[in-house]
């Protein structure tokens, strides 16, 4: 069993940057690609931004030069370093882990956390 907890949400104008973080627990030797997720009210979740063992890393179109994914294998722990951010990146993020066609592979998700961007 795997167990994701995400932090470092809050309220930020637009414009700003926060940092978030994932902390994972579990059998943590299963997951090869680790991602970010979000989902904005109304939508459905999609993929922001996976990173894999080789810390070859994917972004979505939306967030490409702004976001930056990165992990600490050591620390089991992944982070999403968020930059210039807009009103349209207003969602709940979440963590898992990625499978190769996009797709989260665990059905049991974290708490997420809340990033609100105001204009």
């Known amino acids: 069993q795997v167990q994701f907890v995400e932090s470092g949400g809050g309220l930020v104008k637009g414009g700003g940057s926060l940092r978030l973080s994932c902390t994972i627990s579990?059998?943590?030797?299963?997951?090869?690609?680790a991602g970010w997720y979000r989902q904005a009210p109304g939508k459905e979740r999609e993929l922001v931004a996976n990173?894999?063992?080789?810390?070859?890393?994917y972004y979505t179109d939306s967030v490409k030069g702004r976001f930056t994914i990165s992990r600490d294998n050591a620390k089991n722990t992944v982070y999403l370093q968020m930059n210039a951010l807009t009103p349209e990146d207003t969602a709940v993020y979440y963590c898992n882990s990625v499978l190769p066609w996009g797709a989260a592979e665990y059905d049991h998700w974290g708490q997420g956390t809340q990033v609100t961007v105001s204009s």
């Open positions: 579990g059998d943590t030797g299963r997951i090869h690609v």
């Open positions: 990173i894999n063992a080789a810390d070859s890393t």
